[in-house]
């Protein structure tokens, strides 16, 4: 169901998107270093009560990836807003995790979005975060760039299965593994995790208590990555912003509770 088959250029770089679904939209907005797949299990009960609209953010998944591209979040804000432009959405509800969720709260504060709602999933929104990995990825971009194509996948597997508080089969990181392998994906992996830096969220959490539409924020209980001490602090700063804590949910709570998304969303969709 969530497969990005349609390309919109924007600025010479093709986004890959889809559409699924009927009734009010409803825009999903993956993290790294996943894709627009992470709503798998999660789409088709959205879909019976919306219309859903997703993307591969630029520089992952299948859209364009390229030696030089600029993926940071410096530039992710404008792309969804250039999206939601392209789908002629003014007020749609939004969900975001990750990444995106630090790319859905900098397209409202700077670049003028609108939504309806929004739902945040273990955002990166406060500092600190980027785990050693991380940091050594920023050290060593080239290096690891081109290690061989057995090292590369057992990096993925182990990097991927620490998002998750349940043990993930091959099976199932194999969709989240695929984009970053070969010649285009491998040093495309390591592209977007050498241009992560924490100001693009610091020079947006003054701003946090401006906010003009209602939000709420889902954390894992057990999320490795970002720790939920990171959420109760969001929470704070954003108006009237209700922190739910998920048992049992690491960082990546698509595979780890994707029934508590689907609740909590309709919930909060309701009004």
């Given at each position: 169901?969530?497969?990005?088959?349609?390309?919109?250029?924007?600025n010479g770089t093709g986004i890959?998107?889809?559409?699924?679904?009927?009734?009010?939209?409803?825009?999903?907005?993956?993290?790294?270093?996943?894709?627009?797949?992470?709503?798998?299990?999660?789409?088709?009960?959205?879909?019976?009560?919306?219309?859903?609209?997703?993307?591969?953010?630029?520089?992952?998944?299948?859209?364009?990836?390229?030696?030089?591209?600029?993926?940071?979040?410096?530039?992710?804000?404008?792309?969804?807003?250039?999206?939601?432009?392209?789908?002629?959405?003014?007020?749609?509800?939004?969900?975001?995790?990750?990444?995106?969720?630090?790319?859905?709260?900098?397209?409202?504060?700077?670049?003028?979005?609108?939504?309806?709602?929004?739902?945040?999933?273990?955002?990166?929104?406060?500092?600190?975060?980027?785990?050693?990995?991380?940091?050594?990825?920023?050290?060593?971009?080239?290096?690891?760039?081109?290690?061989?194509?057995?090292?590369?996948?057992?990096?993925?597997?182990?990097?991927?299965?620490?998002?998750?508080?349940?043990?993930?089969?091959?099976?199932?990181?194999?969709?989240?593994?695929?984009?970053?392998?070969?010649?285009?994906?491998?040093?495309?992996?390591?592209?977007?995790?050498?241009?992560?830096?924490?100001?693009?969220?610091?020079?947006?959490?003054?701003?946090?208590?401006?906010?003009?539409?209602?939000?709420?924020?889902?954390?894992?209980?057990?999320?490795?990555?970002?720790?939920?001490?990171?959420?109760?602090?969001?929470?704070?700063?954003?108006?009237?912003?209700?922190?739910?804590?998920?048992?049992?949910?690491?960082?990546?709570?698509?595979?780890?509770?994707?029934?508590?998304?689907?609740?909590?969303?309709?919930?909060?969709?309701?009004?």
């Amino acid at each position: 169901m969530i497969a990005p088959t349609r390309r919109f250029d924007w600025n010479g770089t093709g986004i890959a998107w889809g559409r699924a679904g009927s009734g009010p939209p409803l825009v999903l907005i993956h993290g790294t270093p996943f894709s627009s797949h992470v709503w798998h299990r999660v789409a088709p009960e959205l879909a019976r009560d919306h219309t859903l609209y997703f993307y591969d953010l630029p520089g992952y998944g299948r859209s364009d990836k390229r030696e030089g591209q600029d993926v940071s979040l410096a530039i992710q804000n404008k792309a969804l807003a250039a999206m939601l432009a392209f789908w002629e959405l003014e007020r749609p509800k939004l969900i975001a995790h990750d990444f995106g969720g630090a790319t859905a709260l900098r397209a409202h504060l700077f670049d003028g979005c609108d939504y309806e709602r929004l739902l945040l999933i273990d955002p990166v929104a406060v500092r600190p975060w980027g785990s050693p990995f991380v940091q050594h990825v920023r050290q060593h971009e080239a290096a690891l760039a081109g290690v061989p194509e057995y090292i590369q996948t057992a990096i993925l597997k182990a990097y991927v299965s620490g998002a998750a508080a349940r043990p993930l089969s091959d099976s199932e990181l194999e969709p989240y593994i695929a984009p970053w392998t070969g010649p285009v994906g491998q040093p495309a992996f390591y592209r977007q995790i050498a241009q992560m830096d924490q100001r693009f969220t610091d020079e947006i959490e003054p701003l946090y208590g401006e906010f003009r539409c209602p939000v709420a924020l889902l954390w894992g209980e057990v999320d490795r990555w970002i720790p939920p001490q990171s959420g109760h602090r969001l929470a704070a700063l954003l108006p009237d912003c209700a922190l739910t804590l998920v048992p049992g949910s690491g960082h990546l709570m698509q595979e780890d509770a994707p029934e508590a998304i689907v609740a909590a969303a309709l919930r909060f969709f309701a009004g």
